[in-house]
Nanobody, 127 residues
Framework: QVQLVESGGRLVQTGDSLRLSCVVS????????MAWFRQAPGYEREFVAG????????YYADSMKDRCTISRDNAWNEVYLQMISLKPEDTATYYC????????????????????WGKGTLVIVSS
């Protein structure tokens, strides 16, 4: 059973930076593509960033591509989301997810295509 645990979310000020982490256990992390999503109250869950198994290929939502970086450490079974210049509209619960199909290549941003989810970590950006 694959388990994901996110951490790093907290209350920050507009313009601050924040790094989220997600540790994965119970599977073969190095063979999975990974993704970060977020969900604000009253909104649907949305894609933020994705990364292939090697870390070489990364993908971003247009709303975040200039303000976040996804990375991974396969030795530690962790994926990270570094965010800068945070805005109040970035307030959301952030989730990491595995994509276990397609041999570790990140092929889809669809919420319903992800295989495993963490419980999320809350980021609040105050104005």
């Amino acid at each position: 059973q694959v388990q994901l645990v996110e951490s790093g979310g907290r209350l920050v000020q507009t313009g601050d930076s924040l790094r989220l982490s997600c540790v994965v256990s119970g599977g073969t992390f190095g063979s999975y593509a990974m993704a970060w999503f977020r969900q604000a109250p009253g909104y649907e869950r949305e894609f933020v960033a994705g990364i292939g198994w090697s870390g070489e290929h990364t993908y971003y939502a247009d709303s975040m591509k200039d303000r976040c970086t996804i990375s991974r450490d396969n030795a530690w079974n962790e994926v990270y989301l570094q965010m800068i210049s945070l805005k109040p509209e970035d307030t959301a619960t952030y989730y990491c997810a595995t994509l276990r199909r397609d041999n570790g290549v990140f092929t889809t941003r669809r919420v319903d295509a992800m295989d495993d989810w963490g419980k999320g970590t809350l980021v609040i950006v105050s104005s």
